[in-house]
């Protein structure tokens, strides 16, 4: 008698798990709970045991095979697998019943979103859970359509939210069958925005699958001018029909200036990047008086920093105090250690390693600007939490470097180029920018001189760093040109008073003035 082996349930939160190892192979005897196979989640690695004495008759699902809860991963014959009492009648009984038995457990093989139409599985793609605190999200980016190819964990749509965007990856190999929703509409969590069908995506026999083809290739012969069929094979003019596309329209690489099956693609996937970007600038144009005005909605990132700026000016007695420092110990000293700090970090010696560690020694001694408002209390934090702004094609972010106190300047500086490559390339996490207690702003990068920088909050205050210019500047009594930058701190007033925040400052100053004492810790 055959005893099905399941994936037992996973624990709440984890949506599916992965074969690990398979302890045994077909044909091997096995004792009432043995561990068979080890299925790994995203938290734990669970043993399934054989659930009788038997022998192990079917392997279902191999290593590396993404299963859920309750899925048949194999089979047990109980006693010596089969009533013949022999081993190699066993073998040969489950390999003759294997072929009646195989659609069947593909069926339960298949992810509980899974659904059977023809021969063909098909996968519905879903909105992923969001962070806590996001409501809901849009879809921003299809980077295929329907009819596409698609690989195993290939990025198919862009989901923003208010704060980071989220890929949505496809389920197996196949056909991107449907799409549900459109770029631009507003989904949750768990929503089905699109159908993946497993395979080639055709639930006809061979046969009428090479008929199809035949046909196709037929009607694009049929459709083809003659310099099509100079510059391009049967199966690249097939592709070309099927995205209304001539030879003319796309470069060739091949032999001779010939058009290849990539050269079509690649042209493709071109053009749907040049929509995506198109499609998140949607805007109406409107002429008046022979003047053209373009009206352009704003991103979800955007229209959240508008309301939290805009908050952060009406909720908070906002103020900004000044200062300057001269920036040639740091200029000197990096000039003096930076290949060397390089060699041995792997990583350059940046401005910003000086200016976060200053910051934290300043917020050890002001323990003011380092606290929130809560209501009618004040927050202390006893942890240094920084976070940094970052310029990105989707908006002004803060991710957050944590704990900077246990940071060297070398562990600083690895760690923003993280958050600033992440942040270009949109792959920000809700962790990432998540928390915070005292944000650097530098928009000297971008050339300016001054500024009043706006709190981030519910933070008490944001330092500004600006652009380092050489400025004559009196050195006990005489004139030097010194490398200046102003420095502007912007805090709200209920809860750091004027000489808090003027020593707060004076602090960073002094620091960066001599460097010597952030690497002493004096």
């Not at 009607?219 to 099927?242: I, M, N, Y």
């Not at 493709?268 to 990047?273: H, L, R």
């Amino acid at each position: 008698m055959a005893i099905e082996i399941k994936v037992p349930q996973l624990p709440e939160s984890v949506a599916d798990a992965t074969i690990a190892t398979w302890h045994v192979k077909p044909g091997d005897k096995v004792s009432r709970d043995q561990n068979l196979v080890d299925i790994e989640t995203d938290k734990v690695v669970l043993e399934v045991t054989a659930p009788a004495d038997g022998v192990l008759g079917e392997i279902i699902a191999d290593e590396g095979t993404t299963v859920n809860a309750e899925e048949v991963i194999g089979k047990l014959e109980e006693g010596d697998g089969g009533n013949s009492g022999s081993e190699d009648s066993s073998k040969e009984e489950k390999k003759e019943s294997k072929s009646d038995d195989e659609d069947k457990d593909s069926e339960k093989v298949a992810a509980k979103t899974s659904k059977k139409s023809g021969s063909d599985e098909k996968f519905e793609v879903k909105v992923p859970d969001l962070p806590e605190s996001v409501a809901d999200a849009t879809i921003a980016v299809w980077h295929v359509k329907a009819g596409d190819k698609v690989k195993r964990d290939q990025n198919l749509v862009d989901i923003e939210t208010d704060k980071v965007v989220l890929e949505v990856v496809a389920p197996a190999d196949g056909v991107l069958e449907e799409i549900k929703e459109e770029e631009g509409t507003t989904v949750g969590a768990g929503d089905i925005i699109g159908i993946v069908s497993k395979g080639d995506g055709d639930s006809g026999d061979s046969g009428s699958e090479k008929k199809s083809e035949d046909s196709s290739a037929s009607k694009s012969d049929a459709d083809d001018s003659d310099d099509d069929k100079e510059v391009a094979g049967p199966a690249v003019r097939r592709l070309l029909s099927e995205h209304d596309l001539k030879a003319a329209d796309v470069k060739g690489t091949g032999k001779g200036g010939r058009v290849t099956k990539e050269d079509v693609q690649n042209h493709v996937k071109a053009a749907k990047e040049s929509k995506g970007k198109a499609s998140q600038d949607t805007s109406t144009s409107v002429s008046k008086g022979g003047r053209d005005e373009k009206r352009v909605p704003m991103t979800r990132l955007r229209k959240t920093i508008a309301k939290r700026l805009l908050e952060a000016k009406n909720a908070t007695a906002m103020l900004t105090t000044f200062n300057e420092v001269n920036m040639k110990p740091i200029m000197d000293l990096r000039s003096k250690y930076k290949d060397v700090f390089e060699e041995r970090h792997g990583t350059r010696m940046g401005f910003m390693g000086f200016y976060v560690k200053a910051v934290t020694e300043a917020l050890k001694r002001f323990p003011e600007v380092n606290a929130s408002i809560d209501g009618d209390d004040i927050v202390y934090h006893n942890y240094f939490d920084i976070s940094i702004a970052v310029s990105t094609p989707r908006g002004l972010v803060t991710p957050v470097l944590r704990d900077t106190d246990k940071m060297g300047m070398a562990d600083v500086e690895k760690n923003i180029k993280e958050l600033a490559v992440k942040g270009r390339d949109g792959k920000l996490t809700m962790d990432d920018m998540q928390g915070g207690n005292f944000t650097i702003t530098n928009g000297g990068v971008f050339g300016s001189l001054l500024s009043t920088p706006i709190l981030n909050l519910p933070q008490s205050a944001i330092l500004g760093m600006h652009k380092i210019q050489d400025r004559a500047m009196v050195v006990d009594g005489k004139i030097e040109v010194l490398p200046m930058m102003y420095l502007a701190l912007s805090y709200d007033h209920r809860i750091i008073d004027g000489k808090e925040s003027v020593g707060f400052l004076v602090t960073i100053k002094e620091l960066l003035e001599d460097p010597q004492r952030l690497l002493l810790d004096v």
